[in-house]
C-alpha cells in the first residue's frame, strides 16, 4: 500500500474497511471505494474544490469523447508504469484511461464529489486529499500525471528515481473561438514554470485538434471551466443559442524526469 497518514505521516495499512497507521489514526473506506485523507483542519472551506454542477458538467464533456485524443497521447506517454498516480483527477476519465497501461492507478482530488464519481468510472483507487501535503509514502510511483491542475511541490518526494511526471496545462490556442466570443480582450495563456527542483525537464509535445461542439456540449465546457465564473448570463445565453462552434482544443505537455 502505497498511502501515509495525513497526520503524522507515518504508513497506512488497510485492515476490512479501515486504514490505519501505527500512530492509532484511521481513516474509514467509503461505501463507494475511497478514503478520505483530508483532516477537518486543512480545508479552506466545507466542501473544497469543484462543486456537483461542475462534476456533473465535465462528466457529461469529456464522457462524450472530445477530449479523447488527448487521453490517447497520455496513454502512449505514460509507456506501461507498474504504479502511477493522477493528480486532481477530477471525476476520473483520465484515471480511467491510466487504468489500461498501467498495473496500479490511484486516483487524488480534493473534491468528495468528483472522488464519489470517479469512482464509478474505473477500478483505479480514489483518495480525497489536498496535493499540498501528498498522502503517499515515497518513491510510491513510477509515473505521475497532472492535467489542468496545479503542480504540487511534494511531486518529487513521491517519485521513484527515473520516474516521470507527466503535466498538461492550456496551449496558446486552447479554446480561442470561445475566448473571443467571451472577452473583449483575449490574454495570452500563462504559461507554467518550466523548473521544478529535484526534476528535470525531458520534452515538451503539443497535441492540438478541433472539436466541433453544439450548445449543449459548449455549455458543459463553460461550465467545468472558470469561464463559469467569468463570463455573464448574457454570454452563456448567447452561447445556448448556437446551433454549432468547431472550438480549439490545445495543450501543451511537459515531461519530466525524477533525478
Do not use: W
Not at 105 to 113: A, E
Not at 144 to 161: E, F, G, W
Request: aromatic content about 8%.
Amino acid at each position: 500500500m502505497v498511502y501515509s497518514c495525513p497526520i503524522c505521516s507515518s504508513p497506512l495499512s488497510k485492515n476490512g474497511r479501515v486504514f490505519r497507521c501505527r500512530g492509532g489514526h484511521t481513516f474509514d473506506i467509503a461505501k463507494e471505494g475511497y478514503v478520505n485523507l483530508l483532516p477537518a483542519n486543512r480545508k479552506r472551506s466545507l466542501e473544497p474544490g469543484d462543486n456537483p454542477e461542475m462534476v456533473s458538467a465535465r462528466t457529461r464533456f469529456l464522457g462524450a469523447g472530445h477530449y479523447k485524443p488527448l487521453a490517447d497521447e497520455l496513454v502512449n506517454l505514460i509507456d506501461q508504469p507498474r504504479c502511477l498516480a493522477d493528480l486532481g483527477c477530477g471525476e476520473g476519465y483520465f484515471t480511467a484511461a491510466f487504468c489500461e497501461a498501467a498495473s496500479k492507478v490511484y486516483g487524488l482530488d480534493i473534491s468528495k464529489v468528483a472522488v464519489r464519481a470517479a469512482c464509478k468510472q474505473s477500478t483505479a483507487q480514489f483518495v480525497v486529499a489536498s496535493t499540498i501535503r501528498l498522502p503517499f509514502l515515497s518513491k510510491a510511483f513510477d509515473a505521475v500525471t497532472v492535467i489542468m491542475a496545479p503542480t504540487s511541490p511534494d511531486i518529487p518526494r513521491v517519485l521513484k528515481k527515473g520516474a516521470l511526471l507527466c503535466r498538461v496545462s492550456p496551449g496558446e490556442s486552447h479554446l480561442v473561438e470561445l475566448r473571443k466570443l467571451a472577452y473583449r480582450e483575449v490574454r495570452p495563456v500563462k504559461q507554467p514554470r518550466m523548473e521544478i527542483d529535484g526534476l528535470t525537464n525531458v520534452g515538451c509535445e503539443q497535441v492540438q485538434f478541433d472539436t466541433l461542439l453544439k450548445s449543449d456540449g459548449l455549455l458543459n465546457l463553460i461550465a467545468m471551466t472558470p469561464m463559469q465564473f467569468r463570463t455573464s448570463k448574457d454570454f452563456q445565453e448567447q452561447v445556448s443559442q448556437l446551433e454549432q462552434l468547431c472550438v480549439t482544443a490545445d495543450f501543451r505537455i511537459d515531461l519530466f524526469r525524477k533525478d
